[in-house]
């Protein structure tokens, strides 16, 4: 399943599929990026990050796609699970001034 | 676990009230941020300090909001008069000393104003 990001903030997957959450970000001077789990109650877990000289990053079942040609940002899950079910957000920090700014986040529901 | 703790969890409180939550980040972290979250959207940047120095204030955090870290180690979010459009999630997170850019998010102050 995939998501538009800020234009279709849920998407609903079954377990064991391939999840894939879009974001677009603002700002081009924008040098830093970072994928946030948010679980109902609780503050933002930090997922994966991504350094803008990169285009792809590979975690634990995630992986991170950076173009930056048209400022786009991907957080692919393999394999999702019931436990994925979250709010995810993208970040975006330039390094000029620290601010950290989030996107509107998609909520990813996984079906059993 | 972050080890980023804030208090109280939850804050009930009648419109023009002041109220103040705490945010206590761990040892390294140099820098702290607080965001404002409603529901259903991302946390929004309020401010941020660099050990003591407060670096940043947001056109969010008007002359009711007031935030300080005296020490350089805990915060705190003071709102005076309160307001019903103040109700939100209130997050701090900190970053810095090993981990470079990366937050840690604190669990967060509910604040309802009624």
């Known amino acids: 399943g995939e998501s538009v990001g800020l234009h279709l903030p849920t998407l609903s997957v079954q377990e064991g599929d391939n999840s894939i959450i879009n974001c677009a970000y603002s700002n081009s001077a924008s040098d830093y990026f970072i994928w946030y789990k948010q679980e109902s109650g609780k503050g933002p877990q930090f997922i994966i990050d991504?350094?803008?000289?990169?285009d792809k990053r590979q975690g634990q079942r995630v992986t991170v796609l950076l173009n930056k040609t048209v400022k786009h940002l991907s957080l692919q899950i393999a394999a999702t699970q019931p436990g994925d079910s979250a709010v995810y957000f993208c970040?975006?920090?330039?390094?000029?001034?620290?601010?950290?700014?989030f996107g509107a986040g998609t909520r990813l529901t996984v079906k059993p | 676990d972050t080890g980023v703790s804030q208090n109280p969890r939850h804050k009930i409180t009648k419109r023009g009230q002041n109220v103040t939550f705490r945010c206590d980040p761990i040892?390294?972290?140099?820098?702290l941020y607080w965001y404002r979250q409603t529901l259903g959207q991302g946390p929004e940047f309020l401010t941020y300090?660099?050990?003591?120095?407060?670096?940043?204030k947001s056109r969010l955090l008007s002359d009711r909001f007031s935030a300080e870290r005296p020490k350089g180690s805990f915060s705190t979010l003071e709102i005076q008069r309160t307001e019903q459009g103040d109700s939100a999630m209130y997050l701090c997170a900190g970053t810095g000393g090993s981990r470079g850019y990366e937050q840690y998010f604190g669990p967060g102050t509910r604040l309802t104003v009624t």
């Open positions: 991504i350094r803008s000289n990169m």
């Open positions: 040892s390294e972290h140099n820098r």
């Open positions: 300090f660099q050990n003591e120095a407060q670096l940043e």
């Open positions: 970040a975006e920090i330039s390094s000029d001034n620290n601010d950290m700014r």
